[in-house]
């Protein structure tokens, strides 16, 4: 579990609160299933890398267990976020995306 997430008291599943979003997608490089990775910045950035490509975007908090990113030119997407917890400590985060349902499990680096 990154340092900066000690804090929190949450349970596998549970959504991710507005004010605990920030820390929780700039806690760390989350990594995923296919061994893609994805970083946020504080500023309002994202960096996603596949397969050695990297992907500039942007992200914004919606509300508690919902933020949005933009990827240029034109690709705008919702996605529902909540925690991973194994053994009492925060492992990932878990994505599904509005609409479609997709889900992204990522875990931090």
């Known amino acids: ?5 000690h804090h929190l008291k949450v ?3 549970d959504l991710v609160l507005a004010k605990d979003m920030q820390d929780a997608l ?5 990594v995923f299933d296919d061994s893609a990775s994805q970083t946020f910045t504080t500023d309002g950035k994202t960096t996603y890398v ?4 990297s992907t500039r975007g942007e992200w914004s908090i919606v509300r508690d267990g919902e933020f ?33 349902g997709e ?3 990522g875990r931090y680096a």
């Open 1 to 5: 579990m990154p340092d900066s997430l």
């Open 11 to 13: 349970a596998n599943g």
């Open 26 to 30: 700039t806690a760390a490089t989350l």
């Open 50 to 53: 596949e397969n050695g490509r």
């Open 68 to 100: 949005s990113s933009f990827w240029p030119p034109d690709y705008h997407a919702t996605y529902s976020l909540s925690w991973i917890v194994e053994d009492g400590a925060i492992r990932g985060l878990s994505f599904t995306q509005a609409g479609r």
């Open 103 to 105: 889900r992204f499990d």
